[in-house]
Structure formats: structure tokens, C-alpha cells
């Protein structure tokens, strides 16, 4: 009951006042299954993608944290193949730092810091952490690319059905400067 309340105030917050480049939603009607979307951020080597992230609401949250996952891959020396997140506001303490009074937003605003500020102490995935430490132009073009390959599809959609619809629409306009007809309207 206490898991309900809470995640109804957290999804009305969420929608009413969002952090800027997050959303998060329910999914069919589960209420302990959620989908949150991370901007990347500007000057970051996910900057202009998307990523699509799945949470789980435990039984006992807010006493236990949510469990969070990229659905999307991302090249990160905190997130692993999987999209699993090493980030210390998921675990329970000793070794991580969730408390009750954190919220799904502050948990979402964090890993979306994390993103930019990778832990290069608490790596999940050692080779990428190395490659950030000794060769980071290396690793910023491996992110870029993994950005562009899996997280700005949508993007290029967009901007190739905008393409593919100027100029049928520029004709249109032509067509009806050059119509001498009376415009019909219907009844």
C-alpha cells in the first residue's frame, strides 16, 4: 500500500515538474514496472541520444531501491553489457547509499550525472574505465559512436520523413498559387 501511494506522488511529480532531459512513465498499467528516458547530455559523448531505461519497484520500496537498467545500449565504464548500473544510490548501505527519503526522479537526475561524470573508482566495466583514465580521446569517439549507432535512431527518422515531405508540400503550395478555382468547402 505504502509502494502505491508513493509511486502515484513520484509519477505525478515526475510528470507535473520533470527534471529536464527525463521523463518517466508506467508501463500497461503495472504499477512496479517503469520505463524512464535519459537525455545524453550537451558536451558529453551522448549528447543527442536517447536511452531508454527500464525500473523495477520492489515489493519493500522505498525501503529497498528500485532496480534500474539501460535498455539501450551505452558505451559507460559504470554500465555493463546488460545495462546494469554501478551507482552507490542503488544499493542498500553498507555499500551503497539509498535511503528512503531518495525518490525515482533524484535516482533518474544522478545516474544522468553519472553519465556525463563517469566513477572511475567504482568501475563496472574495467576496460572501459582504463581506456577513460589512458586514452580518453579513444574512448569519447567509442561513446560517440555507440550513441549514434543505438541511441539516435528515432532522430534520423524524424529528420528523413521531414525530407521526404518537403517537397511534395512546396508543390502543394505551388498548385494552389496558381488555381484559379474557387476553393470548394464541405458540408
Known sequence: ???????????????????????C????????????QIVG??????EGGVFLLEIIVPDRYPFEPPKMRFLTPIYHPNIDNNGRICHDALKLPPRGAWKPSLNISTVLTSIQLLMAEPNLDDPLMADISSELKYSKQVYLEKAKRWTEQHAVQSNKTVDSVEAQLQPSTLKREAQDKTEDQPKRTCL
Open 1 to 23: 500500500m505504502q509502494r502505491t501511494s508513493r509511486l502515484k506522488r513520484e509519477l505525478q511529480m515526475l510528470s507535473m515538474e520533470p527534471s529536464p532531459g527525463i521523463t
Open 25 to 36: 512513465w508506467q508501463t500497461e498499467g503495472k504499477m512496479d514496472e517503469l520505463r524512464a
Open 41 to 46: 547530455g550537451a558536451e558529453t559523448p551522448f
